[in-house]
């Protein structure tokens, strides 16, 4: 018989959709430990997106301790790199009158407007120099179709074109991701319910991003993520 505080606990936790597939697993059984058939994907840890970039994430520095440590358990280890042409479709200043975080329509629908970043072969579209992901065999460039933005490392912003990750982690015999970078309400969020979408267990380790949060996305993306079967968790809850 289940005493009441942990019955209570139990109720609660699946009223707050905490209980995924998993069940109470990861939370009553102690630590997950990712495994061969689980990858860690890294999100754009770039220049461009910490302290001094082109596109600050506040605080985007502070997940590299956290990824380089969240490394040393995985055996496979996934990096993806925003790799913009010059004059590309998501920043503002391509179109006349246009200013940063304004959006506009693009042929696939909507688009937020961004400072110019991550232009390819710059030091601002760089990995960020601590980065220690020993594991790390493939990294996946995203965004270089002039006309077309990807937040996502495994479609495009048309929802359509593949990068190829899915086909990648399948061949590997990768079930499970764990989504960790910047930021976390765009290009974290959007990899990661594409994940779901090509069949993963898909985790976002929380405290391995951070956020953008404009006009309320950081809120939004979680609500949607966790629609979408994505679990969140603390990089302490793993092994
Ligand atoms: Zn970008």
Same mark, same amino acid.
């Given at each position: #018989? #289940? ?20 069940? #109470? ?6 630590? @997950? ?10 999100? &754009? ?9 082109? =596109? ?10 956290? @990824? ?12 993806? /790199? ?33 400072? &110019?970043?991550?232009? /390819? ?14 594991? $790390?065999? @493939? ?15 495994? &479609? ?44 993963? &267990? ?9 956020? @953008?949060? =404009?006009?309320?996305?950081?809120? $939004?993306?979680?609500? /949607? #993520? ?14």
């Amino acid at each position: #018989m #289940m005493s009441s505080s942990r019955r209570t606990f139990v109720q609660s936790a699946a009223a707050l959709g905490l209980l995924g597939a998993t069940g #109470m697993r990861a939370f009553a059984a102690g630590p @997950i430990k990712p495994g061969n058939k689980a990858a860690l994907i890294v999100v &754009d840890v770039q220049n461009c997106f910490v302290s001094g970039g082109t =596109l600050p994430v506040k605080g985007g520095e502070d997940v590299v301790p956290v @990824i380089n440590k969240l490394a040393t358990a995985f055996q496979n280890i996934v990096v993806t /790199q925003d790799w913009h042409t010059p004059g590309h479709a998501s920043f503002a200043s391509t179109y006349q009158g246009k200013k940063p975080f304004e959006t506009t329509k693009l042929s696939y629908g909507t688009q937020v407007l961004w400072p &110019d970043h991550c232009v /390819q072969g710059t030091d601002d579209a760089a990995l960020h120099k601590d980065l220690k992901l020993p594991t $790390a065999q @493939i990294i996946i460039r995203k965004g270089f179709h002039k006309e077309m933005d990807s937040y996502s490392a495994f &479609d495009e912003a048309d929802h359509k074109t593949a990068t190829g990750l899915a086909g990648y982690l399948k061949a590997r015999g990768i079930k499970t991701v764990f989504v960790t970078g910047l930021a976390t309400d765009f290009c974290v969020a959007w990899t990661a319910m594409d994940a779901r979408k090509a069949g993963f &267990d898909t985790y976002v380790i929380e405290d391995a991003t951070r956020a @953008i949060d =404009l006009n309320g996305s950081l809120a $939004a993306a979680w609500k /949607q #993520m966790a629609a979408k079967g994505v679990k969140r968790i603390q990089s302490a809850d793993i092994a």
